[in-house]
């Protein structure tokens, strides 16, 4: 092979873009809408070359080896979805989404992304589910998935995550019990304590209190329901006795004393 052969072969992917990134940037572009103009230079004829030069003229995109490896586009006040293709941008390392507001679901495509480190789509509004299959992102050191709309268990295969170091999935609508191999991790130095889990009503266990929300509310009911019940009881009971104090007085004492006596019971 000449040189000349050579240098082309290393410069042609380059140059043309490859193909599966540049489906993965367009099919973003697509769903999400760009109302502030952000991605204003996020143009057919980038996404045809989104590495051209090694260097990306495409906001948010950096390339390595002629390949998108992070996509950084937090606080563009972006709506809209992310699609599933998003997982053609095979070499992503790091997904920023954060601070926008963007709905729809984690596509559990993501998963299929083998080399993601970083995951950060907080502040969204995202919902659904956290996908499972996200625990096949063997790579994955940051999940931020805190203040969004997100609902279900946290899937307890997350867990599988040896290299999770950042896990923050507060404030969202999540339920059920936290993974006790999550929270009480023996694979990492680091151990996710209660603020990684705040703010999510039904989310319980360890580190956060044992059967928070709906076993407490349940207990608070009937608390309340027994003390009002008893209260009542005790408040009629006293009132009877009074007026059958009273009345007997009335009987047995006739003229102003009976009415004074009537006024002022004698206890
Ligand atoms: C694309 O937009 C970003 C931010 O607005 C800017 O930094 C970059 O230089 C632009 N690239 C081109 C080719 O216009
Ligand atoms: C691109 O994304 C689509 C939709 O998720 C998927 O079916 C397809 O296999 C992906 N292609 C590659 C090369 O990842
Ligand atoms: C995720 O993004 C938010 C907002 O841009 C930032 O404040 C937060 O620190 C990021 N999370 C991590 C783990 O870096
Ligand atoms: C998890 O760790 C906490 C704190 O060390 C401990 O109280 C709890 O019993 C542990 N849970 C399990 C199931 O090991
Ligand atoms: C929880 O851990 C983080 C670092 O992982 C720390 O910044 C924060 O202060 C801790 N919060 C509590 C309540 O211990």
Redesign the pocket.
């Known amino acids: 092979m000449s040189l000349a052969a050579a240098v082309l072969l290393v410069l042609l992917p380059a140059v043309l873009g490859d193909p599966d990134d540049a489906r993965c940037l367009s099919s973003l572009h697509r769903s999400l809408s760009d109302p502030t103009g952000g991605l204003h230079n996020w143009t057919k004829a980038s996404f045809a070359a989104p590495c051209e030069g090694f260097i990306s003229q495409l906001q948010g995109v950096t390339c390595n080896n002629g390949r998108v490896y992070k996509l950084s586009l937090p606080a563009l006040s972006l709506a809209g979805a992310i699609p599933g293709e998003l997982s053609n941008c095979t070499n992503l390392q790091s997904l920023d989404l954060s601070s926008n507001a963007i709905s729809g679901q984690i596509p559990p495509e993501l998963s299929s992304l083998l080399n993601l480190a970083v995951l950060n789509l907080s502040s969204n509004r995202l919902s659904g589910p956290i996908p499972r299959a996200l625990a096949a992102c063997a790579y994955l050191n940051v999940i931020d998935l805190h203040s969004n709309l997100l609902s279900g268990q946290i899937p307890d295969d997350l867990a599988l995550l040896v290299r999770l170091s950042t896990f923050d999935v507060s404030y969202n609508r999540l339920s059920g019990p936290i993974p006790?191999l999550l929270?009480?991790r023996t694979t990492s130095t680091s151990r996710f304590n209660a603020s990684s889990f705040v703010g999510n009503k039904d989310l319980y266990g360890?580190?956060l209190p044992p059967m928070r929300g709906h076993a407490l509310s349940v207990l608070a009911i009937v608390g309340i329901g027994l003390g009002s019940g008893l209260l009542s009881l005790v408040l009629s009971f006293s009132a009877v006795c009074l007026w059958l104090r009273a009345t007997d007085r009335t009987a047995t004492m006739p003229g102003e004393e009976a009415k004074i006596s009537h006024l002022m019971p004698d206890y």
């Open positions: 006790v929270a009480n360890y580190p």
